[in-house]
């Protein structure tokens, strides 16, 4: 079955050092690939993706992210961590479903803490 | 600015009840789609919608089912709500590009809807 899997589904780092959250997708064939954030209270909003061409995409406030085929993985880094980017993070891929359309489908989610 | 609207924010509703939760966004989209948020669980797709009148199920239909009579508008029912079904649910959209895959979902604000 086509799914997405993000391991930990909280995170906790000390301000300052690197983030790093996993993502894992299971599909015969490269789908698009997303990371999503949601600060306290607030909408999605799209961090970053990846459709074709280069495989490390970059995203806002400093985010990035590297899609490894071999590994199917799109795990979300970021040098160095930011009070304001305690949040909860979802991976996303898009797919296609079984009428030729494609649709999109989420990871459970990984809750960011940031320690002072 | 583009919009996704979903028509309330607050719903109560007692066990038993249709229920009806409405989307309209103003962007165009082919693509529309309906999730289910819940801690811990992500975002979970219920049903979406790649053209008028045409739709597939997503991960979990089951007691939910979906109308879309014109491109704008894609209505979410619960033909008989359960107190499972106490969520907070989100309605997207998103344009198809060439190649067929879903690009960036833009979002409504959500409706947290309590069954009792």
């Known amino acids: 079955a086509q799914s997405v899997t993000q391991l930990g589904s909280h995170v906790s780092v000390s301000e300052g050092a690197l983030v790093l959250l996993r993502c894992n997708y299971s599909s015969s064939v490269p789908p698009y690939l997303f990371w999503y954030v949601q600060y306290p209270n607030q909408g999605l909003q799209l961090l970053l993706k990846?459709?074709?061409?280069?495989?490390l995409v970059k995203g806002i406030n400093g985010f990035e992210a590297e899609f490894k085929k071999s590994e199917t993985s799109f795990h979300l880094t970021k040098p160095s961590a930011h009070m304001s980017d305690a949040a909860e993070y979802f991976c996303?891929?898009?797919?296609?479903?079984?009428?030729?359309?494609?649709?999109?489908?989420f990871g459970s989610g990984t809750r960011l803490s940031i320690r002072p | 600015d583009v919009k996704v609207t979903q028509s309330s924010r607050y719903l109560v509703k007692r066990t038993g009840e249709k229920v009806f939760l409405e989307c309209v966004q103003d962007?165009?989209?082919?693509?529309m789609f309906w999730y289910r948020q819940d801690p811990g669980l992500g975002l979970r797709l219920i049903y979406f919608?790649?053209?008028?009148?045409?739709?597939e199920k997503g991960d979990i239909p089951e007691g939910y089912s979906v109308s879309r009579e014109k491109k704008e508008r894609f209505s979410l029912i619960l033909e008989s709500a359960s107190t499972n079904q106490t969520s907070m649910y989100l309605c997207?959209?998103?344009?198809?590009?060439?190649?067929?895959?879903?690009?960036?979902?833009?979002f409504g604000s959500g409706t947290q809807l309590s069954v009792l």
């Open positions: 919608s790649y053209d008028v009148k045409m739709k």
């Open positions: 990846y459709t074709t061409g280069a495989t």
């Open positions: 962007m165009d989209h082919e693509n």
């Open positions: 997207a959209s998103t344009r198809a590009d060439r190649g067929g895959l879903n690009e960036k979902l833009f």
């Open positions: 996303a891929v898009s797919l296609w479903g079984y009428s030729s359309a494609s649709k999109i489908i």
